[in-house]
Protein backbone atom coordinates (compact mmCIF):
# COMPACT_ATOMS: atom_id res chain seq x y z
CA UNK A 1 0.00 0.00 0.00
CA UNK A 2 1.07 3.67 -1.11
CA UNK A 3 -0.20 6.88 0.61
CA UNK A 4 0.24 10.08 -1.05
CA UNK A 5 1.54 13.79 0.12
CA UNK A 6 -2.13 15.82 -0.44
CA UNK A 7 -4.95 13.54 -0.91
CA UNK A 8 -6.43 12.82 -4.24
CA UNK A 9 -9.20 11.63 -6.00
CA UNK A 10 -10.45 8.18 -5.79
CA UNK A 11 -10.01 7.64 -9.36
CA UNK A 12 -6.06 8.93 -9.39
CA UNK A 13 -5.60 6.69 -5.82
CA UNK A 14 -7.00 3.53 -7.53
CA UNK A 15 -3.58 3.57 -9.98
CA UNK A 16 -1.33 5.30 -7.29
CA UNK A 17 0.89 1.27 -6.84
CA UNK A 18 1.27 1.38 -10.72
CA UNK A 19 3.01 5.72 -10.39
CA UNK A 20 5.05 4.69 -7.21
CA UNK A 21 6.09 1.26 -8.49
CA UNK A 22 7.43 2.67 -11.70
CA UNK A 23 9.42 5.10 -9.42
CA UNK A 24 10.49 2.39 -7.74
CA UNK A 25 12.25 1.28 -10.47
CA UNK A 26 13.38 4.58 -12.09
CA UNK A 27 15.73 4.94 -8.61
CA UNK A 28 17.73 2.14 -10.15
CA UNK A 29 17.45 3.41 -13.92
CA UNK A 30 18.89 7.07 -12.34
CA UNK A 31 21.60 4.91 -10.47
CA UNK A 32 22.92 3.46 -13.82
CA UNK A 33 22.43 6.57 -15.82
CA UNK A 34 24.92 8.42 -13.29
CA UNK A 35 27.56 5.45 -13.37
CA UNK A 36 26.99 5.61 -16.84
CA UNK A 37 27.01 9.46 -16.68
CA UNK A 38 24.46 9.26 -19.14
CA UNK A 39 22.93 12.91 -18.93
CA UNK A 40 20.48 12.44 -21.81
CA UNK A 41 19.06 9.64 -20.10
CA UNK A 42 18.87 11.29 -16.78
CA UNK A 43 17.07 14.38 -18.05
CA UNK A 44 14.67 12.38 -19.65
CA UNK A 45 13.81 9.93 -16.66
CA UNK A 46 13.62 13.42 -14.25
CA UNK A 47 11.45 15.13 -16.92
CA UNK A 48 8.93 12.63 -16.69
CA UNK A 49 8.99 12.68 -13.13
CA UNK A 50 8.07 16.06 -13.09
CA UNK A 51 5.91 16.06 -15.36
CA UNK A 52 3.65 13.34 -13.68
CA UNK A 53 4.20 13.69 -10.06
CA UNK A 54 1.91 16.53 -9.18
CA UNK A 55 -1.25 14.97 -10.02
CA UNK A 56 -0.57 11.78 -8.58
CA UNK A 57 -0.25 13.50 -4.91
CA UNK A 58 3.58 13.71 -5.01
CA UNK A 59 4.15 17.67 -5.12
CA UNK A 60 7.76 17.47 -3.71
CA UNK A 61 8.54 14.96 -5.64
CA UNK A 62 8.10 17.02 -9.03
CA UNK A 63 10.56 19.44 -7.20
CA UNK A 64 12.91 16.95 -6.69
CA UNK A 65 12.53 15.96 -10.31
CA UNK A 66 12.87 19.45 -11.38
CA UNK A 67 16.21 20.07 -9.71
CA UNK A 68 17.28 16.42 -11.17
CA UNK A 69 16.97 17.43 -14.39
CA UNK A 70 18.17 20.84 -14.02
CA UNK A 71 21.54 18.92 -12.72
CA UNK A 72 21.85 16.35 -15.60
CA UNK A 73 21.38 19.37 -17.73
CA UNK A 74 24.50 20.68 -16.26
CA UNK A 75 26.24 17.54 -16.10
CA UNK A 76 26.45 18.02 -12.82
CA UNK A 77 26.72 14.32 -11.60
CA UNK A 78 27.05 14.96 -7.64
CA UNK A 79 23.99 16.66 -7.89
CA UNK A 80 21.92 14.15 -9.71
CA UNK A 81 23.25 11.60 -6.96
CA UNK A 82 22.48 13.91 -4.22
CA UNK A 83 18.69 14.15 -5.56
CA UNK A 84 18.48 10.39 -6.16
CA UNK A 85 18.89 9.96 -2.68
CA UNK A 86 16.20 12.79 -1.52
CA UNK A 87 13.80 10.96 -4.16
CA UNK A 88 14.79 7.63 -2.64
CA UNK A 89 14.04 8.97 1.14
CA UNK A 90 10.78 11.08 -0.33
CA UNK A 91 9.32 7.97 -1.70
CA UNK A 92 10.27 5.56 1.39
CA UNK A 93 8.48 8.04 3.41
CA UNK A 94 4.86 6.80 1.26
CA UNK A 95 5.45 3.05 1.73
CA UNK A 96 2.89 1.56 4.26
CA UNK B 1 -1.93 11.37 -43.15
CA UNK B 2 -5.73 11.29 -42.93
CA UNK B 3 -8.35 13.93 -41.30
CA UNK B 4 -11.80 13.21 -40.42
CA UNK B 5 -15.34 15.33 -39.57
CA UNK B 6 -15.66 14.56 -36.14
CA UNK B 7 -18.95 13.21 -35.35
CA UNK B 8 -21.24 14.21 -32.52
CA UNK B 9 -22.93 13.07 -29.44
CA UNK B 10 -26.50 13.47 -30.16
CA UNK B 11 -26.90 12.74 -26.30
CA UNK B 12 -24.01 14.82 -24.75
CA UNK B 13 -23.78 17.38 -27.82
CA UNK B 14 -20.37 18.14 -28.53
CA UNK B 15 -17.65 16.41 -30.61
CA UNK B 16 -17.13 13.11 -29.99
CA UNK B 17 -13.84 13.51 -31.17
CA UNK B 18 -11.07 10.01 -31.93
CA UNK B 19 -7.88 11.14 -30.25
CA UNK B 20 -4.50 9.69 -31.02
CA UNK B 21 -2.26 10.20 -27.99
CA UNK B 22 1.44 10.05 -28.04
CA UNK B 23 3.10 9.56 -24.77
CA UNK B 24 5.42 7.13 -23.89
CA UNK B 25 4.98 7.11 -19.85
CA UNK B 26 2.03 4.90 -18.46
CA UNK B 27 1.31 6.82 -15.94
CA UNK B 28 0.86 10.19 -18.31
CA UNK B 29 -1.52 7.37 -20.25
CA UNK B 30 -3.78 6.89 -17.37
CA UNK B 31 -4.04 10.51 -16.32
CA UNK B 32 -5.23 11.82 -20.03
CA UNK B 33 -7.35 8.59 -19.89
CA UNK B 34 -9.10 9.40 -17.05
CA UNK B 35 -10.14 13.01 -18.10
CA UNK B 36 -10.85 11.53 -21.83
CA UNK B 37 -12.45 8.29 -21.47
CA UNK B 38 -16.26 7.98 -21.70
CA UNK B 39 -15.80 11.34 -24.06
CA UNK B 40 -13.74 10.82 -26.64
CA UNK B 41 -12.21 7.72 -28.08
CA UNK B 42 -8.23 7.52 -27.55
CA UNK B 43 -6.46 5.26 -29.12
CA UNK B 44 -2.28 5.39 -27.08
CA UNK B 45 1.39 5.26 -28.87
CA UNK B 46 4.14 5.51 -26.62
CA UNK B 47 6.75 6.89 -30.02
CA UNK B 48 6.71 8.40 -32.95
CA UNK B 49 7.35 5.36 -35.04
CA UNK B 50 3.97 4.27 -33.72
CA UNK B 51 2.40 7.81 -34.03
CA UNK B 52 3.72 8.22 -37.90
CA UNK B 53 2.35 4.31 -38.69
CA UNK B 54 -0.97 5.18 -36.90
CA UNK B 55 -1.36 8.31 -38.70
CA UNK B 56 -0.91 6.31 -41.92
CA UNK B 57 -3.41 3.93 -41.38
CA UNK B 58 -6.18 5.86 -39.17
CA UNK B 59 -8.35 8.72 -39.28
CA UNK B 60 -8.28 10.98 -36.43
CA UNK B 61 -9.39 14.31 -35.16
CA UNK B 62 -6.80 15.50 -32.96
CA UNK B 63 -3.50 14.35 -31.89
CA UNK B 64 -2.32 14.68 -27.78
CA UNK B 65 1.66 15.29 -28.32
CA UNK B 66 4.47 14.85 -26.06
CA UNK B 67 7.44 16.13 -26.83
CA UNK B 68 9.93 13.78 -25.04
CA UNK B 69 9.46 10.62 -26.89
CA UNK B 70 12.20 7.70 -26.77
CA UNK B 71 12.71 7.93 -30.13
CA UNK B 72 12.96 11.60 -30.38
CA UNK B 73 11.67 14.88 -30.25
CA UNK B 74 7.59 15.72 -31.06
CA UNK B 75 8.18 19.25 -32.54
CA UNK B 76 9.35 16.80 -35.51
CA UNK B 77 5.76 15.31 -36.07
CA UNK B 78 3.69 18.43 -35.57
CA UNK B 79 6.05 19.67 -38.21
CA UNK B 80 5.06 16.39 -40.38
CA UNK B 81 1.33 16.69 -39.65
CA UNK B 82 1.74 20.32 -40.61
CA UNK B 83 2.77 20.15 -43.78
CA UNK B 84 0.81 16.59 -44.77
CA UNK B 85 -2.81 17.48 -43.58
CA UNK B 86 -2.53 21.11 -41.20
CA UNK B 87 -6.43 20.83 -40.89
CA UNK B 88 -5.23 17.91 -38.12
CA UNK B 89 -4.66 19.61 -34.69
CA UNK B 90 -2.35 19.19 -32.27
CA UNK B 91 -2.37 19.78 -28.94
CA UNK B 92 1.15 19.83 -27.42
CA UNK B 93 1.32 18.41 -23.73
CA UNK B 94 4.51 18.34 -22.00
CA UNK B 95 6.46 19.08 -19.37
CA UNK B 96 8.75 21.55 -20.96
CA UNK B 97 7.19 24.80 -19.21
CA UNK B 98 9.50 27.78 -20.27
CA UNK B 99 7.76 30.48 -22.49
CA UNK B 100 10.42 29.56 -25.72
CA UNK B 101 9.43 25.86 -25.79
CA UNK B 102 5.78 26.99 -25.78
CA UNK B 103 5.95 29.40 -28.46
CA UNK B 104 7.94 27.10 -30.38
CA UNK B 105 5.43 24.15 -29.81
CA UNK B 106 2.40 26.71 -31.37
CA UNK B 107 4.71 28.48 -33.92
CA UNK B 108 5.76 24.51 -35.34
CA UNK B 109 2.15 24.19 -35.89
CA UNK B 110 0.21 22.74 -32.88
CA UNK B 111 -2.52 24.33 -31.97
CA UNK B 112 -2.52 24.24 -28.62
CA UNK B 113 0.05 23.91 -25.39
CA UNK B 114 -0.62 22.61 -22.20
CA UNK B 115 2.40 21.94 -19.78
CA UNK B 116 2.34 19.71 -17.63
CA UNK B 117 0.69 19.07 -14.47
CA UNK B 118 -2.32 19.95 -16.03
CA UNK B 119 -5.78 19.85 -14.15
CA UNK B 120 -7.86 17.23 -16.05
CA UNK B 121 -10.89 19.45 -15.96
CA UNK B 122 -7.89 21.78 -17.95
CA UNK B 123 -7.34 19.21 -20.36
CA UNK B 124 -10.81 18.61 -21.22
CA UNK B 125 -12.01 22.36 -21.77
CA UNK B 126 -8.62 22.88 -24.00
CA UNK B 127 -9.31 19.46 -26.68
CA UNK B 128 -13.46 20.76 -27.13
CA UNK B 129 -11.78 24.35 -27.20
CA UNK B 130 -9.58 22.88 -30.02
CA UNK B 131 -12.17 20.85 -31.37
CA UNK B 132 -15.28 23.54 -32.16
CA UNK B 133 -12.47 25.96 -33.14
CA UNK B 134 -10.98 23.63 -35.50
CA UNK B 135 -14.16 21.23 -36.69
CA UNK B 136 -16.81 23.69 -36.72
CA UNK B 137 -15.22 26.06 -38.83
CA UNK B 138 -13.78 25.17 -42.00
CA UNK B 139 -10.28 26.06 -42.83
CA UNK B 140 -11.28 26.53 -46.10
CA UNK B 141 -14.30 28.20 -47.80
CA UNK B 142 -14.53 27.01 -51.75
CA UNK B 143 -13.39 23.49 -53.04
CA UNK B 144 -13.90 22.56 -56.75
CA UNK B 145 -14.50 18.82 -57.28
CA UNK B 146 -14.51 18.37 -60.97
CA UNK B 147 -16.49 20.96 -62.11
CA UNK B 148 -18.30 21.37 -58.90
CA UNK B 149 -18.02 24.55 -56.96
CA UNK B 150 -18.59 24.14 -53.37
CA UNK B 151 -18.85 26.50 -50.39
CA UNK B 152 -18.07 25.04 -47.45
CA UNK B 153 -19.36 27.46 -45.18
CA UNK B 154 -22.87 27.86 -46.90
CA UNK B 155 -22.87 23.92 -47.71
CA UNK B 156 -23.93 24.88 -51.33
CA UNK B 157 -22.76 23.20 -54.45
CA UNK B 158 -23.03 24.56 -57.90
CA UNK B 159 -22.72 23.63 -61.14
CA UNK B 160 -22.11 26.25 -64.25
CA UNK B 161 -23.02 28.96 -61.50
CA UNK B 162 -26.42 27.09 -60.87
CA UNK B 163 -27.41 25.43 -57.67
CA UNK B 164 -26.71 21.49 -57.70
CA UNK B 165 -29.46 19.98 -55.69
CA UNK B 166 -28.56 17.43 -52.86
CA UNK B 167 -29.43 15.95 -49.86
CA UNK B 168 -27.05 17.25 -46.85
CA UNK B 169 -26.20 13.29 -46.77
CA UNK B 170 -25.51 13.61 -50.19
CA UNK B 171 -23.87 16.41 -49.87
CA UNK B 172 -21.46 15.32 -47.11
CA UNK B 173 -20.78 12.31 -48.67
CA UNK B 174 -19.69 14.35 -51.90
CA UNK B 175 -16.91 16.22 -49.29
CA UNK B 176 -16.31 12.82 -47.59
CA UNK B 177 -15.16 11.58 -51.39
CA UNK B 178 -14.14 14.47 -53.07
CA UNK B 179 -11.51 15.07 -50.42
CA UNK B 180 -10.15 11.89 -51.05
CA UNK B 181 -10.30 11.63 -54.57
CA UNK B 182 -9.30 8.66 -56.03
CA UNK B 183 -9.05 6.94 -52.19
CA UNK B 184 -11.50 3.93 -51.42
CA UNK B 185 -13.48 5.12 -48.75
CA UNK B 186 -14.66 2.07 -46.61
CA UNK B 187 -19.31 2.48 -45.54
CA UNK B 188 -17.73 2.01 -42.12
CA UNK B 189 -15.98 5.48 -43.32
CA UNK B 190 -18.39 7.18 -45.19
CA UNK B 191 -21.23 6.39 -42.10
CA UNK B 192 -18.80 7.68 -39.28
CA UNK B 193 -17.93 10.90 -41.18
CA UNK B 194 -22.15 11.35 -41.65
CA UNK B 195 -23.39 10.10 -38.28
CA UNK B 196 -20.21 9.73 -35.98
CA UNK B 197 -19.99 6.85 -34.05
CA UNK B 198 -22.66 7.10 -31.53
CA UNK B 199 -25.76 6.80 -33.98
CA UNK B 200 -26.76 3.14 -35.03
CA UNK B 201 -27.36 3.76 -38.44
CA UNK B 202 -27.08 0.30 -40.86
CA UNK B 203 -23.85 1.15 -43.51
CA UNK B 204 -25.87 -0.21 -45.89
CA UNK B 205 -28.30 2.97 -45.78
CA UNK B 206 -25.23 4.58 -47.47
CA UNK B 207 -25.62 2.56 -50.45
CA UNK B 208 -29.03 4.51 -51.55
CA UNK B 209 -27.67 7.75 -50.72
CA UNK B 210 -24.67 7.22 -52.60
CA UNK B 211 -26.65 5.65 -55.65
CA UNK B 212 -28.28 8.85 -55.68
CA UNK B 213 -25.31 11.00 -55.50
CA UNK B 214 -23.48 9.30 -58.08
CA UNK B 215 -26.42 10.08 -60.77
CA UNK B 216 -26.68 13.92 -59.93
CA UNK B 217 -22.51 14.41 -60.17
CA UNK B 218 -22.14 12.30 -63.07
CA UNK B 219 -22.73 15.03 -66.04
CA UNK B 220 -19.99 17.36 -63.49
CA UNK B 221 -16.65 14.95 -64.72
CA UNK B 222 -17.55 13.17 -61.20
CA UNK B 223 -17.59 8.95 -61.33
CA UNK B 224 -18.16 7.15 -57.80
CA UNK B 225 -17.19 3.36 -58.02
CA UNK B 226 -18.42 0.90 -55.63
CA UNK B 227 -15.67 -1.18 -54.94
CA UNK B 228 -17.27 -4.78 -54.19
CA UNK B 229 -16.55 -5.71 -50.65
CA UNK B 230 -14.37 -2.51 -49.64
CA UNK B 231 -16.75 1.13 -50.39
CA UNK B 232 -16.60 3.96 -52.98
CA UNK B 233 -13.98 5.80 -54.45
CA UNK B 234 -14.61 8.92 -56.95
CA UNK B 235 -12.57 9.74 -59.89
CA UNK B 236 -12.85 12.81 -62.03
CA UNK B 237 -12.98 12.21 -65.56
CA UNK B 238 -11.64 14.90 -66.93
CA UNK B 239 -9.41 16.63 -64.92
CA UNK B 240 -5.95 15.44 -63.91
CA UNK B 241 -6.29 16.97 -60.49
CA UNK B 242 -9.86 17.79 -59.34
CA UNK B 243 -9.67 18.89 -55.77
CA UNK B 244 -8.76 22.54 -55.03
CA UNK B 245 -8.98 24.60 -51.62
CA UNK B 246 -8.50 28.27 -51.27
CA UNK B 247 -6.50 29.39 -48.70
CA UNK B 248 -7.97 29.86 -45.60
CA UNK B 249 -11.05 31.93 -45.84
CA UNK B 250 -11.03 32.61 -42.00
CA UNK B 251 -7.92 33.39 -39.90
CA UNK B 252 -7.49 30.73 -37.86
CA UNK B 253 -8.74 30.49 -34.82
CA UNK B 254 -11.63 32.73 -35.66
CA UNK B 255 -14.94 31.14 -35.91
Same mark, same amino acid.
Not at chain 1, 33 to 41: E, S, V, W
Not at chain 1, 43 to 59: F, L, W
Not at chain 2, 126 to 131: A, P, S, Y
Given at each position: ???????????????????? *???L???????D?????????L?????????????????T?????????????H *??????????Q???A??????? | ???????V??L???????V??I???????????????????????????????????K?????????????G??????????K??S??????????????D?????????????????????L????????R??????????????E?AV???A???????????????????????????????????????????????????????????????????L??????????????D??E??????SN????G??
Open positions: MYSTEVPVDSDIQEIVPLFY *ESRKDLGKINAINDKNFGQKVIAHTIKGISAPYGYPLERIAKEMEVAAL *ENANLVAQKLEMEYLKRYQV | MLGRIAGDPKGGFVAKLVEDSVEAQKLVELALKGIHELDFVASLAEARKNLREEFDLVLLDLTLPDDGLNLCEEVQENRLPIIVVSAKTSVSRVMGLVTGADDYITKPYDSREKARVDTVMRTHLAPRSSQMLIGLDLLQRVEADEKPLDLTPIEYRILIALGEKMGEVLTREQIYERLWGEAVNVGQRNIDAHVSKLRRKVKDYGSIHSKRGEGYAMTGKLKTVKTTALPHIQ
